[in-house]
């Protein structure tokens, strides 16, 4: 098993806004293939103008079931009300990027796994309690299923059947082979060498190094980092001595990129990328403390301390004016390796306003797949840039392969590869009119 694994349990690049200010119509439909965290769907919606009723339906394609429930959770951590607005960020951060988390946030998971046990057997229940989400798509037995993901993390943080810092280790060191003895050095090699070239500098050697060696991303808060992250658990299939198959839970996620760099590595405020001594002041978390909070702020309303009471009355009764981002947002979960769910059926022809696909999902980027898009479409394939055992040439050829396979399919785009550096674009945007 690569560093990598054999599923992704956060997306690769950074978070945008999937629909420009020129795209009208008071109701879109975005297909969301392989993006693996709920980035895209948070971003877009903190744009949405405050005024404006737009109606925002997600579909959300994933290849394994224990992503579609890390959606269900880090939703419910999005707009969960009794969270003020540091708290929502910290627990956002902590569940979402580390393997080690503080107990209350264990205890935050065991209560939503418990709601999301009685979700899956009752879909009336989950309409009527959690309105946002929707996976009356799922098959009966993949229902069973992920109730049993649910069930998993719920189990107590004793139980010694899932030790991450015994299964992470050993993922370290079968990646690293005989470079484990100096790790630090190779952590080193691909922060500077890697990471830092693609365009990800503000990430700080304390922080990388700590995700890479023990999987502890992102630190906001003083506390007992101690209990396992559950969330991030998977299962896969290996054989034994005796030959034999058996199926083996731990975990089989990314040990090399991290996942700093959806909110992590790109801020509108210039000022966190200040240097001193030609080093930068701050690190990736920082960064992505920021973002976040700027994000939930315009997600939802809380109170600022530093304002005046009455202020503080008139913003809260400004914001009732105002419609209720997540009444206006439907999230659709599949699961499924490719779009033949959406291509076998007509009411999908022509239905999608907007079409993204993950640096994984590249073969899914077909000429039958533009056959989902409404006219006109924007549709984006990522960049593959933060796969850091990619080479430049080899990123380069992925691009202009998607470049060119998109422009035969009769898509518009404006952008181009630089084969010197093909690490400045993010994503490909193309036009379906």
């Known amino acids: 098993m690569d560093g990598y694994g054999n599923l992704s349990w956060w997306g ?5 806004d999937l629909i420009p200010k020129d795209i009208s119509g008071d109701e879109l439909n975005i297909l969301l293939v392989n993006s693996h965290d709920p ?3 948070l971003k877009t919606l903190s744009r949405i103008p405050e005024n404006e009723n737009r109606r925002m339906n997600f579909y959300v394609v994933e290849p394994f079931l224990e992503q579609l429930g890390r959606f269900m959770l880090l939703l419910s951590v999005a707009f969960e009300e009794r ?3 540091q708290e929502t960020v910290e627990n956002y951060m902590e569940i979402f990027g580390n393997t080690l988390i503080r107990k209350p946030n264990s205890n935050y998971i065991i209560e939503k796994a418990n709601q999301f046990i009685k979700y899956v057997v009752d879909l009336d229940l989950m309409k009527d309690e ?4 929707d996976i009356s798509s799922l098959k009966h037995k993949e229902r069973d299923y992920l109730e049993g993901v649910f069930k998993f993390w719920r189990e107590s943080s004793s139980d010694r059947s899932y030790e991450i810092h015994k299964i992470w280790d050993i993922r370290v060191r079968q990646f690293l082979g005989v470079r484990y003895d100096t790790k630090e050095n190779a952590f080193d090699w691909d922060r500077i060498m890697k990471a830092h070239e693609r365009g990800a500098n503000i990430i700080h050697q304390y922080e990388y190094n700590s995700f890479r060696s023990k999987g502890l991303a992102f630190e906001s808060r003083s506390g007992d980092y101690d209990v396992p992250n559950r969330t991030l658990s998977s299962p896969a299939a290996f054989t034994d001595k005796s030959g034999d198959k058996v199926i083996k839970r731990g975990y089989f996620g990314d040990i090399v ?3 700093f760099m959806g909110f992590g590595i790109e801020s509108e405020n210039h000022d966190l990328f200040k240097k001193q001594n030609n080093m930068y002041m701050k690190m ?3 960064v992505c ?4 909070t700027e994000l939930f702020k315009k997600l939802r309303s809380f109170e600022d301390p530093a304002v005046e009471s009455e202020t503080i009355l008139e913003e809260v009764e400004e914001f009732e004016k105002k419609s209720d981002v997540s009444k206006n947002l439907s999230v659709k979960l599949f699961h499924s390796k490719d779009l033949n769910h959406f291509l076998s059926k007509s009411k999908f022809s022509g239905f999608f306003d907007c079409v993204f696909f993950g640096c994984d999902s590249v073969n899914l980027f077909t000429k039958d797949a533009t056959k989902l898009a409404r006219k006109p479409c924007l549709i984006y394939t990522e960049s593959p840039k933060y796969f850091l055992e990619l080479k430049k040439e080899q990123v380069h050829t992925v691009l202009q392969t998607l470049l060119d396979n998109g422009k035969g399919f009769g898509l518009k785009s404006d952008d181009q590869i630089d084969e010197k550096d093909p690490f400045k674009l993010n994503r490909l945007s193309f036009i379906y009119s």
């Open 83 to 85: 969270f003020g607005l």
């Open 284 to 286: 990736s978390t920082d």
């Open 39 to 41: 980035r895209l769907i």
């Open 12 to 16: 690769f690049t950074p978070a945008f």
């Open 257 to 259: 990129t991290g996942p």
């Open 130 to 133: 959690f309105p946002m989400c």
């Open 289 to 292: 403390t920021y973002n976040l």
